[in-house]
T-cell receptor
Framework: ETGVTQTPRHLVMGMTNKKSLKCEQHLGHNAMYWYKQSAKKPLELMFVYSLEERVENNSVPSRFSPECPNSSHLFLHLHTLQPEDSALYLC?????????????FGQGTRLTVV | GNSVTQMEGPVTLSEEAFLTINCTYTATGYPSLFWYVQYPGEGLQLLLKATKADDKGSNKGFEATYRKETTSFHLEKGSVQVSDSAVYFCALATSGTYKYIFGTGTRLKVLA
């Protein structure tokens, strides 16, 4: 148990569906992250929120829409995805985006787009 | 820009063998360095870290020393077990950025 919980663990969706991934942390951290992990590719940072404000958006397609309603929760809203979006989506949190502290990861959501 | 380079896998070892996974980095400033481990079907777990030059991080028999002169943070373990089979990621973070930069990961397979 890392303190970062992601739901669902597995998701299969069609290209016309709309779904959301949820991430919750109870570590008192003030920064939260979405990463994409695809087979045979490095981890890709997608979004970063600091104190509920988006501070990083790494050229992610608009079919991925993040939401951070408070410092404990982070969502990734998905719509009209493509098969190449199938991957493991990892949420992480950290104590501060300034100090050199480690990030804590959730167990990930395995997304399959059909 | 900042980057992390780690050795290509997979690495296959017999139980009780010595493990080294190489990691070198490029960074401006003074980064903190991390090793994460990912077991099948799971997220990344912090294995160890070092925040300044010459620091040695250690956990569960794994060690890594922050070498500023060679910009390296190699992971070592004296005697691996089958349960150590996983993917290992080297990473860095610098002050003033929001990015944890990860290497591509090295898959370790330990045979009984």
């Amino acid at each position: 148990e890392t303190g970062v919980t992601q739901t669902p663990r597995h998701l299969v969706m069609g290209m016309t569906n709309k779904k959301s991934l949820k991430c919750e942390q109870h570590l008192g951290h003030n920064a939260m992250y979405w990463y994409k992990q695809s087979a045979k590719k490095p981890l890709e940072l997608m979004f970063v929120y600091s104190l509920e404000e988006r501070v990083e958006n790494n050229s992610v397609p608009s079919r991925f829409s993040p939401e951070c309603p408070n410092s404990s929760h982070l969502f990734l809203h998905l719509h009209t995805l493509q098969p190449e979006d199938s991957a493991l989506y990892l949420c992480a949190s950290s104590q501060s985006t300034v100090m050199n502290t480690e990030a804590f990861f959730g167990q990930g959501t395995r997304l399959t787009v059909v | 820009g900042n980057s992390v380079t780690q050795m290509e896998g997979p690495v296959t070892l017999s139980e009780e063998a010595f493990l080294t996974i190489n990691c070198t980095y490029t960074a401006t400033g003074y980064p903190s360095l991390f090793w994460y481990v990912q077991y099948p079907g799971e997220g990344l777990q912090l294995l160890l870290k070092a925040t300044k030059a010459d620091d040695k991080g250690s956990n569960k028999g794994f060690e890594a020393t922050y070498r500023k002169e060679t910009t390296s943070f190699h992971l070592e373990k004296g005697s691996v077990q089958v349960s150590d089979s996983a993917v290992y990621f080297c990473a860095l973070a610098t002050s003033g950025t929001y990015k944890y930069i990860f290497g591509t990961g090295t898959r370790l397979k330990v045979l009984a």
